[in-house]
């Protein structure tokens, strides 16, 4: 019998841990925030009151088995005069689908099969009108995902403005893990999101499987400047109640300086440092190794080198 894994996240870093962990013999249960407010989600939320569909979607091209060309369409995106512009092929269709159904979980569910998608990926919630808020360190209170991105600053306090109700399904997948990821991504919009759930936590509680997170290679302009390996997992322990990250897996990749310095530069982010004294004292295993690629100069996460350090620990659990 396969080992059972649930990972959180949202956005591009849970879809590119996908990509390499669906090929491996384990039963994967991605469970996706659903309070983005941006961009083409943002405009199908509010014109049509739904839960945010875009990293769902993503994940769902991750996972699909199906040829190149296909997933392409679902991540189209239309480049037009009309009111089309800036749409993901792929959000109007789980849009609509949700339309049909009344049930992300179920649209979910029958795109999955139509796409040819072996694992189970749910929403945290169905609630249509979940919205992330986050205090700052000022004492400014911002209100929407999009609008915490974009805030560049540092917050003292991640929460939802009404508590959401978590699907059942996601409490029992936690229940029934063998291990328990946090993936790499935005730790206040992509990770926070789903642990910041009372359910969530309890179930987090209760679980013997163990939690793992995938540290994030370069720092969140505002969210995380300096941040060191131990100060990602300092933030995700204050979140999680009774529970510690057991396990982090972090990349030693040399970083070439030019491309180090055109972050920098350009986008504010600098590499995240493996402190190896604090993520010791923190009592937290360190997995390290050369996980870094170059994808049209960006950096990105070798999703097979990285699925096949969480498969290693996993067989030895």
């Not at 189970?120 to 360190?137: F, R, W, Y």
């Not at 987090?204 to 995938?214: E, G």
């Amino acid at each position: 019998m396969n080992k059972k894994v649930v990972v959180f996240g949202g956005g591009t870093g849970i879809s590119y841990l996908l990509r390499g962990l669906k090929d491996f013999p384990i039963d994967i249960t991605a469970v996706i925030t659903v309070s983005d407010n941006g961009r083409s989600t943002g405009k199908l939320r509010k014109e049509f009151n739904t839960p945010a569909v875009g990293d769902i979607r993503k994940v769902i091209t991750s996972l699909s088995n199906i040829d190149k060309p296909i997933k392409e369409m679902m991540e189209y995106r239309f480049n037009t005069s009309s009111d089309l512009n800036g749409h993901a092929m792929g959000n109007l269709i789980l849009t609509s689908m949700l339309d049909i159904t009344g049930s992300l979980k179920e649209s979910i569910a029958y795109l999955s099969k139509l796409f040819d998608v072996k694992q189970t990926v749910l929403p945290i919630s169905e609630d249509s009108s979940l919205t992330l808020m986050g205090l700052g360190k000022d004492g400014d209170v911002v209100e929407g995902e999009e609008q915490i991105t974009h805030a560049n600053k540092k917050f003292q306090k991640i929460f939802y403005k009404e508590e959401p109700k978590v699907l059942p399904e996601v409490i029992n997948a936690i229940l029934d893990a063998d291990l328990v990821i946090f993936s790499m991504g935005s730790l206040f919009t992509s990770i926070l999101p789903n642990i910041i759930c009372s359910e969530v936590q309890d179930a987090l509680n209760r679980t013997k499987a163990p939690i793992m997170y995938l540290c994030n290679v370069v720092t969140q302009p505002g969210e995380t400047d300096n941040f060191t390996v131990s100060d990602h997992i300092k933030l995700l322990n204050q979140y999680l109640d009774k529970r510690q990250i057991d396990v982090v897996i972090a990349s030693n990749t040399k970083i070439d300086k030019k491309i180090a310095e055109k972050y920098e530069t350009d986008e504010q982010k600098s590499p995240v440092k493996i402190d190896y004294a604090a993520i010791e004292s923190l009592k937290t295993e360190l997995i390290e190794d050369d996980l870094i690629v170059i994808e049209d100069n960006i950096l990105r996460h070798n999703s097979l080198k990285l699925s096949g350090l969480i498969f290693n620990y996993l067989m030895r659990k």
